[in-house]
């Protein structure tokens, strides 16, 4: 599906290369709210030409899911200083994970463009949003509601879910994976992350819609199966470091993860440090 495919009245997914990303973009009466921004500057320019083409109508919100670039690079061809000036709403830590971890992944770039070949960012102005969201917000789009929902730590520590309450769509960002496995990116939470996820399949009805960062839609019993295979993860990584095995001797004790071997390396890598950290008081 490279097209717009409409998940529920005035609610629209497509899934865009690379890396198979869902955009959504929710109608209002006098404007539209888009769900994440692509890649890199120019695909966000392409996506703002695809949405007036398709709705007629400008972009006035832009909801970010979560930090990681490949959300929010295009972020720039839709905020302050363009002609959309849309208000950009995201988790209010993605200013601080930007600083973290997508200005160093900027930085390396620079210094070495081989090692991302593929990637175009010379252009990439790091746009955060322009309202932080710390605590659940509703917004009016015009004979249409959004939740937008901020999340403890997960996927990252900055994962926000977009819920339309008429419609019962959820839009999870990367808490749910649909086309690849879940990813352990940069700043995830692998511990926490299984618990994240069960509350908010708790919250769902059988019937709700899940559209995941990446993609088709997805239900409540596929959300409570990802929460349950990153729960295992989390329980053998903790029963690995508790037992003093190293991070590659907890991947080598199982021969039957529910996530492929090669995506648990960075996951095991980041628990362990957590885990290794005294506790806060
Ligand atoms: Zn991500």
Sequence with gaps: MREWHTVAPGIHQRRYDPFDISIVVIEGADGVLLVDTRAEPAEGEAL???VRERFDRPVRWVVNTHAHFDHTFGNQAFGPGTSADASIHGHENIATHFA???RPRLAAWHADPTREPGRHWDDVRLTPPTHPVGTPTTLDLGGRI????????????TDLVVFAPAERVWILGDLVEESGPPMYGSGSFPLQWPGVLAALADAMDPRDLVIPGHGRVVDR???????GDLQLVADRFRAAHDDGL?????????HDWPIPLDFLVSGVERAYTQLDQPPAD
């Design 100 to 102: 973290e971890h997508e």
């Design 48 to 50: 703002s030409d695809d």
């Design 221 to 227: 019993g596929f959300v409570a199966r990802q929460a």
């Design 146 to 157: 959004v939740e937008l929902l901020p999340q403890p730590p997960a996927h990252t520590d």
């Design 246 to 254: 190293t991070a590659a001797e907890a991947l080598a004790r199982h």
